[in-house]
């Protein structure tokens, strides 16, 4: 059953772009996801801002991804603020 502190563990997103997580911290949560439901490695079909994700995924956890599909998905970064926190949480 849900505790009092559901809310301080899961903390929701304020909207403020520097108060969002890493990329990599969402890439964490869909590899641990992945391993939580038995799932060796998957097929990850993404799509926008999915895809990124997808590919972020793929790059720190390959053992968990056996393919990617991405669509309309962004694979790079095109402001140099964004690249180079990528680079720190990498």
């Known amino acids: 059953m849900s ?12 909207g403020n772009l520097g108060d969002r997580p890493p990329i990599t911290t969402s890439a964490n949560d869909l590899a641990a996801l992945i391993t939580f439901l038995g799932i060796s ?36 970064t095109d402001d140099p603020h964004n690249a180079a926190r990528l680079q720190q949480d990498a």
């Not at 999915?50 to 790059?59: D, P, S, Y």
């Open 3 to 14: 505790g009092a502190n559901d809310a301080e563990k899961h903390p929701v997103w304020s």
């Open 41 to 76: 490695s998957a097929v990850l079909a993404r799509m926008s801002q999915g895809g990124f994700l997808a590919v972020r995924c793929n790059l720190v956890h390959p053992e968990r991804v056996r393919a990617l599909i991405l669509i309309a998905a962004q694979t790079g």
